[in-house]
């Protein structure tokens, strides 16, 4: 049998053998850089980590070619859960710059996430006003929160409770960590007192202001209208 070259790699003073065509079954990575490069391990044969050892040899499994996930209690270190192992092991996987092994951790992390994901609710409060002054190129950061106070959406707003899909679809929304100076924080108050008006406190009821969005309506070329739209997140969904 032809002699393959091996390889030391020590985590936490363990130490642990790869085999050339370990090192290629998904490079590049970093152990094909360290060792088969211009870099004193090349040489020396050796590379030194302070990763995780107990993470290693499932990557030394995965390395051989073999299934490791999904991930079982016994091939994880006795503090760390599933859940954590498997982001563990992705994080891992990204430092060796393996980008199979990354794409097989998404696999198992993303549908978990996506589930969740699906079960967020955001409601859409939305608004006609007469006003079309509220949108104003003169006023600080083009809106005008004197115009905004005069408004009373507890009469003749709608809203709809949404998923997370819909919400993407929506396109970009002015977000309240936007308007962090001094103006644009009057104008987060404005909309967060115009949202109060027409849903009460949405904060005690487990709501939290996304964002929003306004625009004029034209009739021919002339303005006619402001529509606004409002965008709150439920945010005891997040915390389940």
Same mark, same amino acid.
């Given at each position: ?12 003073? $363990?130490? @642990?053998?790869? *085999?050339?065509? $370990? ?7 970093? @152990? ?7 870099? &004193? ?13 107990? !993470? @290693?040899? !499932?990557?030394?499994?995965? +390395? ?7 991930? =079982?209690?016994?091939? +994880? ?6 859940? *954590?192992?498997? $982001? =563990? +092991? &992705?994080?891992?996987? +990204? ?7 990354? =794409?097989?951790?998404? /696999?198992?992390? #993303? ?8 079960? /967020?609710?955001? %409601? ?7 006003? *079309? ?13 004197? =115009? ?11 809203? *709809?409770?949404?998923? #997370?899909?819909?919400?993407?679809? %929506? ?5 309240? /960590? ?12 404005? %909309? ?43 945010? &005891?969904?997040?915390? #389940?």
């Amino acid at each position: 049998m032809e002699y393959e070259p091996k390889y030391t790699v020590v985590l936490r003073g $363990q130490e @642990f053998l790869l *085999t050339k065509s $370990q090192i290629d079954f998904d490079s590049p990575n970093y @152990f094909s850089t360290c060792f088969l490069g211009d870099f &004193r391990e090349a040489e020396t044969r050796r590379l030194e980590l302070s990763r995780n050892p107990d !993470l @290693f040899r !499932l990557i030394v499994e995965y +390395l051989c070619g073999y299934e490791i996930l999904p991930l =079982n209690e016994k091939s +994880l270190p006795p503090f760390m859960s599933l859940e *954590t192992g498997i $982001q =563990n +092991l &992705r994080a891992d996987a +990204l430092f060796y710059q393996l980008d199979g092994l990354v =794409n097989v951790c998404d /696999r198992f992390v #993303k549908p978990r996430e996506n589930i969740e994901s699906l079960r /967020r609710s955001f %409601m859409i409060l939305g608004y006609s006003a007469s006003s *079309t002054y509220i949108l104003d190129e003169t006023a600080p950061k083009g809106i005008s929160v004197d =115009n905004i106070k005069w408004l009373e959406p507890q009469k003749d707003s709608w809203i *709809t409770v949404v998923k #997370k899909e819909t919400i993407d679809e %929506m396109g970009a929304l002015q977000s309240p /960590r936007s308007f962090n100076d001094f103006q644009g924080l009057r104008i987060v108050s404005a %909309m967060e007192e115009f949202t109060k008006k027409a849903l009460g406190n949405y904060h005690k009821h487990g709501w939290k202001l996304k964002g929003w969005r306004m625009e004029v309506v034209l009739q021919g070329t002339r303005p006619k209208s402001t529509e606004i739209l409002i965008v709150l997140e439920d945010v &005891r969904t997040r915390s #389940k």
